[in-house]
């Protein structure tokens, strides 16, 4: 897809420690500059199509990428989005570089606009109202990398710290009361998520009593002594010998004026340390086999946990959670096809260390799946929980011309809110499981793909656009239920008052279906034979079904049906097959469930 390859263009000159801590994204599809304008070509030259508030989100058009251009003097370039029916263009300067989340005054967001010069602006928004603006000229640190929230540290005096991270491994902390943001000049007891340098921890750790140290990689060696558990041994090699009979693997560790041998189960080598920022002395430790928590030299606690050396260590604060919790996560990468890349988070409550929850994804080839974590200091967060995000997608490989939806490929995606009980994740009633449970009544033999809340009829309360395919799908050798797309309406009791489908808009061979929903207008996107592995029996298609609300009659009314087939040529592209946006659909009221 498209969107992967500027995701890549954008990646290349960025250190892969940036990449690795979680800074904020400096590249984002929200407007800083209140009525910016959108223009209908990639110069000043261009006529104005219309206006974009500030925090208002907009839609990337994926192919074109930036368009270069000087505007005053100063270089730039245009971004293409979508804009209605067709295509519009917005200027750079007049989009966020950031958009950050306050740990403490949720929900507040902040969004940043920088420059090279070393201009600076937030504007904080408040329930998604502007409240204030604060300006800074900063000694022209150099290009921005990212930014994040500290949340409170020990010692900013209950003060939350924001953190703007530029090349070279430099940043710049502000501090945030609720009222005003201002430069701090505070100091962190550590700085590993702002430049990758972490905290020294010399030698590995005994984690079990009475363990043998011994002259050679054998259990028929010399033991020279037996060692208490939490003892320290500074390391030679890791992993130096493998036991085919014991099947498992020998240190080399420093004894006395000697070098000799433990067993890698028993002894936790030390990969990465950090010093807490939010409690004074206290620090975390990274090893082979766990993850420990330190008061100074004193171990408080060790949570069992596989690491690699080049797995990274991040504070993560409370998440939202509160006072009194704090989140450490290792941040692990799939180094092939199969693999699982994400974070493992562990929660530390002051008094005990407890595993609790992966966000990943894996991928092999053209296909991924994933369980992505959802924290209440996130968009779309809820307080006190978390949101499980569980999702599969196929990579595509059509070539359409125009706007493309970036999350088009998804082929299911299903949420769950979830709570911290008893040492695991338990699912909570929600609008997500209420849905579940709905459809599930209705339609027992299909399973629910993915779906979207919105407000089709401006009642303030959810509805839900979803498509629903057959449980058993890729069973060939049987007669299968056709795939059901359809939307539901929702009441003050987070429940649905009808349900409203058609079984005849999916047709065989559908790879993708997706939802837009911009203004008073919902698109219905179906896509065939796309995806990576899909084969070439057949061209690629597309069909396009966009509806509007009649709030008199309570339903959607179809306004117009497009559709799209790519054809081989020396340039592959895509060419309209027909577009019935005419008077067809002006003179003919046609329901949702009578569209075909």
Known sequence: MKIQVVFTLCLLSIPSWVLAQHLGDTYTNVVFEDGAKVRSEPSMNGSVLGNLSHNQHFRFCWQGLNHPDTIGGKPGYWRQIKWGDSMGFVW?????????????????????????????????????????????????????????????????????????????????????????????????????????????????????????????????????????????????????????????????????????????????????????????????????????????????????????????????????????????????????????????????????????????????????????????????????????????????NEQVIGCQDPHSDMLSSNFYVMKYEEDTLVEVPSKHSKLRETLSTEFPGHSLMHYMFCDLNDDGYDDVLFFMADRKYYEHDRERERAVLGYTLGNSTMGFESITFSDRLVQDGYNLVSFSNYGNEVTITIRYHVCMYSGNAQEAAKTELVYTYDKNAQKLVWKSRSQAENVESENERSIVLGNYQNQYFKTNTIYFEDSW
């Not at 504007?123 to 930014?147: M, T």
């Not at 090699?237 to 006395?256: G, P, Q």
């Open 92 to 396: 750079n300067g007049l989009i966020a570089n950031g958009v950050l989340a306050s740990k403490t005054t949720q929900p507040d967001t902040f969004l940043l606009r920088y420059n090279s010069s070393g201009y600076l602006e937030f504007k904080l928004f408040r329930d998604g109202q502007f409240s204030s603006s604060f300006f800074f000229n900063l000694e022209a640190p150099g290009q921005l990398w990212g930014h994040v929230s500290l949340g409170k540290t020990w010692n900013s005096q209950g003060k939350e710290i924001i953190a703007l991270v530029f090349d070279k491994g430099e940043y710049k902390l502000f501090e945030w009361d609720g009222r005003r943001l201002q430069l701090s000049n505070i100091q962190l007891s550590d700085e590993s998520q702002l430049n990758g340098r972490y905290a020294p921890f010399d030698g590995a750790i005994i984690n079990t009593s009475g363990v043998n140290i011994r002259s050679g990689p054998s259990d028929t060696s010399t033991v020279y002594g037996t060692l208490p558990k939490y003892s320290r041994l500074p390391i030679v090699s890791v992993y130096h010998t493998y036991d085919r009979d014991l099947r498992r693997h020998w240190h080399c560790v420093k004894w006395k004026d000697t070098v000799a041998f433990i067993l890698a189960d028993y002894l936790d080598v030390a990969y990465k340390c950090i010093n807490s920022n939010q409690l004074e002395g206290q620090r975390f430790l990274a090893t082979s086999n766990a993850l420990y928590v330190f008061e100074g030299d004193k171990i408080i606690d060790r949570e069992p946990g596989w690491f690699d050396s080049d797995d990274k260590l991040i504070d993560f604060g409370n998440r939202g959670f509160g006072e009194g919790v704090q989140f450490i996560a290792k941040c692990y990468s799939a180094n092939s096809c199969g693999q699982a890349g994400g974070d493992a988070y562990y929660l530390w409550d002051g008094k005990e260390l407890k595993y609790f929850g992966d966000d990943y994804s894996v991928g092999d080839g053209g296909y991924s799946d994933g369980h992505d974590l959802i924290f209440p200091d996130e968009k779309d967060g809820v307080a006190k929980h978390v949101i499980l995000h569980k999702w599969d997608s196929e990579g595509s």
